[in-house]
């Protein structure tokens, strides 16, 4: 198993600013997602990010916006750039250590509302 | 692509037994697992079935059928404590990540 940890819990912020999310794990993982959920959604992945590597972006999901970070094998940072109130949502990191990666843990989320 | 389709929400009493249903179109079906997520926190992993059949944990069981495309949670002996949003997710042989479904909201009745 692996402990999760993300900050900030929440946040509010204003359209056009950036906001930076970490993830923190208590062991070292090879790879890292990072999904968005509506309350009341579904997960949405948006990027896996790998230690060394450019992260991993799914269709919709582009660099520019959602810049990810990986810098070592149990951190990593997702940024959602310039902000609108459509990003308002729960961004959630996991990591997979078994199954093949069908098997995740999961931080707490970071609930943004975006003004 | 991959989608998953399951029934939005179930109600049941406690004591009861709920299946959800899961019917999945995948390019490179690697897996099926569930995920138990109570409201305002995180998904937590239920179960996976790499092979058809049927797995069981504890009260929670889950079935696959790669034939049909199909897999399904059986919850049993239904507590208060069950009620929260059940996905399932499907994995891709490429590329080591999980596709959701839509999820289905379980609400535990007395």
């Known amino acids: 198993s692996a402990v999760i940890s993300q900050k900030p819990s929440r946040d509010i912020c204003q359209r056009g600013t950036s906001l930076t999310i970490q993830c923190q794990v208590d062991?070292?993982?090879?790879?890292m997602f990072w999904y968005r959920q509506q309350p009341g959604q579904s997960l949405t992945l948006i990027a896996t990010?790998?230690?060394?590597?450019?992260?991993?972006?799914e269709s919709g999901f582009v660099i520019d916006k959602f810049p990810i970070s990986r810098p070592n094998l149990t951190f990593s940072t997702l940024t959602v750039s310039n902000m609108s109130p459509e990003d308002s949502s729960i961004y959630l990191c996991s990591v997979g250590i078994a199954r093949s990666y069908n098997e995740q843990f999961f931080g707490p989320g970071t609930r943004l509302t975006v003004l | 692509g991959q989608s998953l389709e399951q029934p939005s929400e179930v109600t049941a009493v406690e004591g009861a037994i709920v299946q959800i249903n899961c019917t999945y179109q995948t390019s490179g079906f690697y897996g099926l697992s569930w995920y138990q997520q109570h409201d305002g926190g995180a998904p937590t992993f239920l179960s996976y079935n790499a092979l058809d059949g049927l797995e069981e944990t504890g009260r929670f069981s889950s079935f696959l059928s790669r034939s049909d495309s199909y897999g399904y949670l059986l919850l049993q002996e239904l507590q208060m404590k069950d009620s929260a949003s059940y996905f399932c997710?499907?994995?891709?042989?490429?590329?080591?990540?999980?596709?959701f479904g839509g999820g289905t909201r379980v609400l535990v009745k007395p």
């Open positions: 062991s070292q993982v090879t790879m």
């Open positions: 997710a499907s994995g891709q042989a490429a590329g080591n990540k999980l596709t």
């Open positions: 990010a790998n230690q060394g590597s450019e992260a991993t972006y």
